[in-house]
């Protein structure tokens, strides 16, 4: 059931009340800023929004200036802060309002989506926790100036597991129509100097992709950020720092809150130029003599690799002699760039613990295959009969997560089953998933490889 109006809290502080001043004062940002990037699928933003961190936030809602055309849905999210607010919720909230009102004119709630959100366990339909927060609704102004008449899908992540966001986030992730916005601080406090510093950190944890190490004093929207981790890395993408600066608070007097901004960028192409192959292939071979020999493989370097092999990617090496197999290693989910992976990778191989370690000897008469590893699509299916027809044989491998475990096959296991059924019965099987349980249990994707 949906209500009414939202109506704004933020304006005549955060942002101008009124509409002429509030359209100066977006355009006049956006003039000032510039960015070397465009058509975001992620941004993470300030908390206090454009009008209150131009500076900051200028260059990365630049970007935006360029999707009016092809953005309609966008869905703001961030971590519900009690002390600002009223009291604390369990799970996921989204409102039940039909619109978000701002000084520009009414933003509609895209209401199909945030319905179906609310029928999910731990998400609620509820707009008591939007009447008082102000980290979502910094961002409608400039969404509106910017992009036009789209629908949002406004989230508040309450008491929530970083897991029950990522199983929210990816069923309204969408195409290049839809762009996602987290809301955030790195780090507050009342010495400008030791907020910077614990920013820092903050945003150095999620340059690493490791946001599950974020704490509530590194980050105002910590659960939000682990699962945009989770999310841009299971999908190659990864989280790219913009810029940062340290800003007046805009909730309290003499206290400082450090402004950061990162993007993510989607691409499903993970084909390769002859010759970045040629480079990513003597790479991994040199990997492999060095370990054999005894030495370490450390990873590479951003600057001695061609741009290709510094995009984040999974890969999965594969080490044959005389056509049996002496090892393989490999991940689904991008962690680091595809240079970096294919080398841990291939030193790996070299030590499958399931075969005998490869010996100096074999070296010369080794042959190598690099398989590339497409972004991570999560498919939501009703029924065991349909999870089957989801999956084309031989093109598509699949990653099932449980609470009971995980597991992986490659689109080359095909070869070794006789039809679909038997293909998710196998990898169901490793994954502790009984065929006699619900498929809504567990949570699916598929990806693609190219083998080279």
Known sequence: MSSGVREPIAAGTLYPSDPQLLRVEIDTAIKNAESDFASPKVLVLPACGLCAAPEVAGGAMFMLESERDHIDTV????????????RRFSGVAVPRA????????DLLVHRGVAD?????????LNDRPFLTDQSIEVHLPPVQRLLGTVKIVPILVGDASPAEVVDVLERVWGDRHTLVIASSFFGEGNDAEAVHELGERAREILRRGDASALTSEMASSPITLAALA????????GLNELSADVVDHPFATDRFADAGTFGAWESHDVSLAAVDVAHLRALALSTVHLTVLGGVAEGTLKDRIPPALAARRASVVTLRRE??????????????SLGASVVRNAAAACADPRLPSVQPAELDTIDMSISVVSPIERIFPESWQELSQIFAPGRHGVLVTTEHGRAAQLPAMWARFRDPESFIAAVAQKARLDTGMRVSEAAWYRFETIEY
């Open 230 to 237: 989770t999310i841009t890395s299971r999908r190659s993408m």
């Open 116 to 124: 179906a959100l609310g029928a999910l366990p731990g998400v609620t």
């Open 98 to 105: 039909i619109a978000f009102r701002t000084p520009l004119g």
């Open 75 to 86: 869905v703001v999210i961030a971590d519900y802060d009690p002390a600002i607010g009223d």
């Open 323 to 336: 056509g049996e197999t002496r090892g393989s290693a490999g991940t689904i989910e991008a962690d680091r």
